[in-house]
T-cell receptor, first 113, second 110 residues
Framework: ETGVTQTPRHLVMGMTNKKSLKCEQH?????MYWYKQSAKKPLELMFV???????ENNSVPSRFSPECPNSSHLFLHLHTLQPEDSALYLC????????????FGEGSRLTVL | QKEVEQNSGPLSVPEGAIASLNCTYS??????FFWYRQYSGKSPELIMF????GDKEDGRFTAQLNKASQYVSLLIRDSQPSDSATYLC??????????FGTGTSLTVIP
């Protein structure tokens, strides 16, 4: 496999469910990111990891919990979400931290009922 | 004030014409500027970056940066229907924070 892969591509969950989004990058990059994309809004940076260490958490509600077990894998654990959390969640990686040259996965489309 | 602003469009141009996409940014000290293309239902893909004032050309694409006026633009020459997508402008500011605009939707009409 090449690039950045995300699973699942689509997820429907109830407000009381617990689920996880998975991201894997095969590029040998040192930084990984979670972004949220909602209609008519700019991409919102949620979390940044550099060499498995979280370096940024942009005031994201605690119902979103990231995990980076190694430099190739990134998870976003979801629990007790709200309908307004429905969005496209994009994982990205870059060679170095905050270079602006991001490689995105195809995204996980989340719907919260 | 938003860090990065773009006209959401939609912008429609006929096939073969020049498409001009514009972006302004608020932090005068911003150093790095990027254009991403996002096809419907797909993820963003980096197509151009520019760091210095002036023009940077790559095939049919030209990025233009004017730091004094705080705008960056993307020109697409000989527009093709396959160029129809949303184009996202992104900027790294003086705090090394990275911001995206909301994107401009481009439609190239055959």
């Amino acid at each position: 496999e090449t690039g950045v892969t995300q699973t699942p591509r689509h997820l429907v969950m109830g407000m009381t469910n617990k689920k996880s989004l998975k991201c894997e990058q095969h590029l040998g990059h040192n930084a990984m990111y979670w972004y949220k994309q909602s209609a008519k809004k700019p991409l919102e940076l949620m979390f940044v990891y550099s060499l498995e260490e979280r370096v940024e958490n942009n005031s994201v509600p605690s119902r979103f919990s990231p995990e980076c077990p190694n430099s190739s894998h990134l998870f976003l654990h979801l629990h007790t979400l709200q309908p307004e959390d429905s969005a496209l969640y994009l994982c990205a990686s870059s060679q170095e931290l905050q270079t602006g040259e991001l490689f995105f996965g195809e995204g996980s489309r989340l719907t919260v009922l | 004030q938003k860090e990065v602003e773009q006209n959401s469009g939609p912008l429609s141009v006929p096939e073969g014409a020049i498409a001009s996409l514009n972006c302004t940014y608020s932090d005068r000290g911003s150093q790095s500027f990027f254009w991403y293309r996002q096809y419907s239902g797909k993820s963003p893909e980096l197509i151009m970056f520019i760091y210095s004032n002036g023009d940077k050309e790559d095939g049919r694409f030209t990025a233009q940066l004017n730091k004094a006026s705080q705008y960056v633009s993307l020109l697409i020459r000989d527009s093709q229907p396959s160029d129809s997508a949303t184009y996202l402008c992104a900027v790294t500011n003086t705090g090394n924070q990275f911001y995206f605009g909301t994107g401009t939707s481009l439609t190239v009409i055959p």
